[in-house]
């Protein structure tokens, strides 16, 4: 049983900095070309805008949030 839960928490691993990377690349790619690309998806920037500007609304809930995400994203990739 513990091997099995190691082989899906590599996958969960991998799956996770694989998401990271894409994001980065696509945000990266929508600055330097064009606001509009069709292979990474439309406006990636705009929608992360409109993701902070909600957490920045929400105050302290955002926080506890944000923080609790930093938290389990470190534990995932020791």
């Known amino acids: 049983m513990k091997?099995?839960?190691?082989?899906?928490?590599?996958?969960?691993?991998q799956f996770i900095e694989l998401g990271v990377l894409l994001l980065g690349v696509s945000v990266f790619a929508e600055i330097l070309?064009?606001?509009d690309l069709a292979f990474?998806?439309?406006q990636v920037?705009?929608?992360?805008?409109a993701l902070l500007n909600t957490l920045v609304d929400?105050?302290?809930?955002?926080?506890i949030v944000i923080l609790a995400l930093m938290i389990t994203y470190r534990k995932?990739?020791?």
């Open 33 to 35: 070309f064009v606001s």
């Open 58 to 63: 929400s105050g302290i809930a955002a926080l």
């Open 40 to 42: 990474f998806g439309s």
């Open 3 to 13: 091997a099995w839960i190691g082989t899906i928490r590599y996958y969960l691993k």
């Open 45 to 49: 920037t705009k929608n992360l805008v």
């Open 76 to 78: 995932l990739l020791k």
